[in-house]
């Protein structure tokens, strides 16, 4: 029973780097937003 009780912590720690590692592959990857000041003037000229 101590054996357990030290363990659970552990796995569980394990568990939720797990999910995190799995939901990097399983998202797609974020575009990179542009900054404010990086915007193209294109759209601006009249």
């Known amino acids: 029973m101590v054996?357990?009780?030290l363990l659970v912590?552990?796995?569980m720690?394990?568990?939720i780097l797990m999910l995190?590692?799995?939901e990097d592959y399983v998202l797609p990857p974020?575009?990179?937003e542009p900054e404010?000041?990086?915007r193209?003037?294109?759209g601006?000229?009249?």
Do not use: H, K
Request: net charge neutral.
């Open 30 to 32: 974020r575009e990179a």
């Open 9 to 11: 912590p552990f796995l």
């Open 40 to 42: 193209s003037m294109e």
């Open 20 to 22: 995190g590692r799995y």
């Open 3 to 5: 054996v357990l009780a």
């Open 36 to 38: 404010p000041g990086d």
């Open 44 to 46: 601006l000229r009249g």
């Open 13 to 15: 720690l394990g568990v």
